[in-house]
């Protein structure tokens, strides 16, 4: 099976956030990331679903059955 890596671009967009805050959580490490080349990140679908997961305030929040079912749509 074939990881699906994602620009950061792409992840702002996944995640409904500017660019901007996407570079920060991986700069704060708390957003796994792979930097290709001098200046490009690419980030796993399956590391912004962890993130998600680890930042859900229970039933507050987005659950988890959600992130399965988005990570399933794209």
């Not at 959580?25 to 993130?51: F, H, M, P």
């Not at 305030?57 to 794209?74: F, H, I, P």
């Amino acid at each position: 099976m074939i990881e699906e890596l994602l620009t950061v671009s792409q992840a702002a967009q996944y995640l409904q956030v500017c660019e901007k805050t996407v570079r920060r959580l991986i700069n704060s490490q708390r957003l796994t990331a792979s930097k290709v080349g001098c200046r490009a990140w690419r980030i796993r679908k399956e590391a912004i679903d962890e993130y998600l997961t680890e930042h859900t305030n229970g039933a507050k929040g987005v659950s988890t059955k959600l992130v399965k079912n988005l990570s399933s749509v794209t």
